[in-house]
């Protein structure tokens, strides 16, 4: 029967890659929606606004934090934040304009 390794108090390493990997999904999701958008305008939309929230909420989970958060997850945090608004930047700018 094979066993299965326990996670203890002191190894926060698959802690991390977890949350890294959480945290940088909708940057993923962000390059996806820049390459995409000009094909597919909404695709940039939805991905925008995914990375714009979910950055959004990274930021609003950390300042509320007891004992305040280190500063390597305040930096993976701005990762999402920043595609999101990259990618409605680039959105908008390829939106005919409706004159």
Known sequence: MPTTP???AENYG???AIFTVICLSPVVAGLVGLI???RWPWVGLVCGWMGVIVGGLLFLMFLTTTGGAAPAFWLVA???FVMGIL???RWKTLRKPSS
């Open 36 to 38: 995409l958008v000009k």
């Open 6 to 8: 326990i996670i203890l």
């Open 14 to 16: 698959p802690l991390y």
């Open 87 to 89: 990618c409605l930047v």
């Open 78 to 80: 701005s990762f999402p």
